[in-house]
């Protein structure tokens, strides 16, 4: 780790402290220009014509449903949704620069090794039970985030998206020093994280109480702009407004209490009953809208409103370990082997795009690999599989070592263009001698087979949210996420190089440097060692009843309600 903490050292000093007049520049940009933009394309008050409506409820649909009321565990959409409107962060990523920006703090700055940042926070931010947030709190849910707490069930779910934390001092009541072991560049973004396990800041009565007294949705107490009303498994969530709330992030200009009385958050699995649920007025708006879907709705004058998710593409990681996808040849051919114009004609909508690279092109770093390694030549997978001896079987599947070419895949059915993306690929693999078996399942059975996914699976198809380039780094260094399974006995890989190329995205936040560092590290992925192949870009995509309007979508594209209204007033 010198070697890392030597790169920062030899780096451009990075900047200390909050721009404030980049702050005026950047709120006056979105007021003019950009306001709609930053809400995923949801009309604004002044495009119809009017101001905001208060009162009345929504009533919105989801695919999955929340599985716990404890935002810093739940990890499927619906969770992290839902929490993001019960909980806020510390700081706002803007969604269409990835500028960080203030929200309950106010401004920060930190030291030139990136180990220390102190936050500097508002004095009028309460929780809903009335107690006061402050650096205590700060420090009580960073510690119980990212160790957990043994005798209450709680697991460590922040250790991955923090790792080295040491502490959070607290030299005065409005003030919190967050220390690290390590550079931690990303802290910042991880700061306005609003994905996987969040780090939604919870009461201090909420963190003494155990994961099974969490279910308890009463006592899941937030400073978020909705509180808790009621929760039924697999049914609904049900929020209500926090009164007296009036501390949204700046950039969103949002100011006092949310508009809406009420959201009801639906589960409705099934995407015709979804659809009929909005077409028959039962609902307002859904998110997970079908493919099929899109435009039928557009054309009876629902509103369609999307933002691709940041972070990773939906993307195969390949089992390093485990035969055949412990061959190099293996991985390669299967980036080369499959038609991504295809899927962009018959599967994806303009909502959605082909991956070319593991980085949305929403992220800062992000390079193109459509002209190379992820360009469709299933002769150049042949000519591969051939030369490491793959020879085509009776049956058109290639053998070696007396060994067929099959391949198991493990998928989560929650996004709706998952299983028909897969299954083109499955049929064209097919064709160069590649048998892709594909299980593709709900997330409690997909979360149950990952813990076997070291010795059972080839493949895990998922994505990672975070609008940082060092999402890289959490899903693939073998000291974090390891989404590859690397060993010491991974054929022809450098684990030290894996680790070190990816450990420099937390080195410093020069953001030519970060490109730089971004650049090598996908190449390492993509083509070095092949350890992925993505497929294409997500998007979270919803649509609503034409008297709905100004939904958010934040910088993981998940949603806040906050500043939604219904002019019809219902």
Do not use: C
């Amino acid at each position: 780790m010198s070697d890392l903490r030597s790169s920062i050292e030899n780096a451009s000093p990075a900047r200390k402290k909050w721009p404030w007049v980049a702050v005026a520049v950047a709120v006056a940009l979105i007021a003019v220009v950009g306001f709609t933009a930053a809400r995923g394309g949801s009309d604004n008050k002044a495009a119809v014509g009017g101001e905001a409506v208060h009162g009345g409820t929504l009533e919105f649909a989801l695919i999955d449903y929340q599985r716990s009321p404890d935002p810093q565990w739940g990890t499927n959409y619906a969770e992290s949704l839902i929490g993001n409107n019960v909980t806020d962060k510390l700081t706002w990523q803007d969604p269409d620069t990835g500028e960080i920006t203030p929200w309950l703090a106010e401004s920060w700055e930190y030291n030139n090794d990136l180990t220390d940042f102190t936050f500097h926070l508002r004095k009028d931010v309460t929780f809903s039970d009335g107690t006061p947030f402050n650096a205590e709190v700060v420090k009580a849910n960073f510690d119980q985030y990212v160790h957990g707490d043994e005798k209450l069930g709680i697991n460590p779910n922040g250790a991955v998206l923090l790792p080295g934390y040491i502490e959070t001092q607290t030299p005065d009541e409005y003030t919190a020093v967050v220390r690290f072991k390590k550079p931690l560049a990303s802290l910042l973004q991880a700061s306005s994280f609003t994905a996987n396990a969040q780090p939604g800041l919870l009461s201090l009565s909420t963190l003494k109480l155990s994961a099974k007294e969490r279910t308890d949705p009463k006592k899941v107490i937030g400073t978020g702009p909705f509180v808790y009303e009621s929760w039924k498994p697999q049914v609904n969530t049900v929020l209500v407004k926090r009164k007296g709330y009036n501390w949204s992030p700046p950039a969103i200009g949002h100011k006092g209490e949310a508009y809406l009385n009420k959201i009801v958050f639906n589960s409705i699995p099934e995407a015709s009953v979804r659809t009929g649920s909005l077409a028959s007025g039962t609902i307002d708006a859904t998110l997970d809208v079908g493919t099929t879907d899109e435009k039928p709705l557009a054309d009876q004058g629902y509103k369609i409103i999307h933002r691709s998710v940041s972070g990773t593409a939906i993307f195969f990681n390949f089992n390093s370990q485990l035969f055949p996808t412990n061959d190099i040849a293996v991985r390669k051919a299967i980036q080369l082997g499959w038609d991504r114009e295809a899927i962009k004609k018959t599967v994806l909508t303009d909502s959605y795009s082909v991956a070319t690279s593991i980085l949305a092109p929403s992220v800062p770093g992000y390079a193109d690999y459509s002209g190379s390694v992820l360009k469709y030549d299933p002769e150049e997978g042949k000519r591969l599989l051939e030369a490491a001896g793959w020879t085509e079987g009776p049956d058109g599947i290639r053998v070696k070592d007396g060994k067929k070419l099959v391949v198991k895949l493990l998928g989560i059915s929650n996004l709706v263009v998952n299983k028909p993306a897969y299954e083109s690929i499955q049929q064209d693999l097919k064709k160069i001698g590649i048998d892709l078996q594909l299980t593709v399942v709900p997330i409690p059975d997909y979360t149950a087979n990952v813990a076997k996914a070291k010795t059972d699976w080839n493949i895990s198809a998922a994505n990672r949210s975070r609008n940082d380039p060092s999402v890289l780094n959490l899903v693939y260094s073998p000291l974090l996420g390891n989404g590859a399974y690397l060993a010491a006995e991974s054929t022809g890989i450098n684990l030290d190089e894996v680790t070190q190329v990816l450990g420099k995205l937390e080195l410093t936040l020069d953001p030519a440097a970060r490109k730089q560092y971004a650049k090598a590290a996908q190449d390492l992925l993509l083509d070095k060692y092949a350890l992925v192949n993505p497929v294409y870009n997500p998007s979270q995509v919803i649509a609503h009843a034409d008297y709905v309007h100004g939904i958010i979508f934040d910088a993981q594209s998940r949603n806040h309600f906050v500043d939604a209204w219904k002019s019809n007033g219902k």
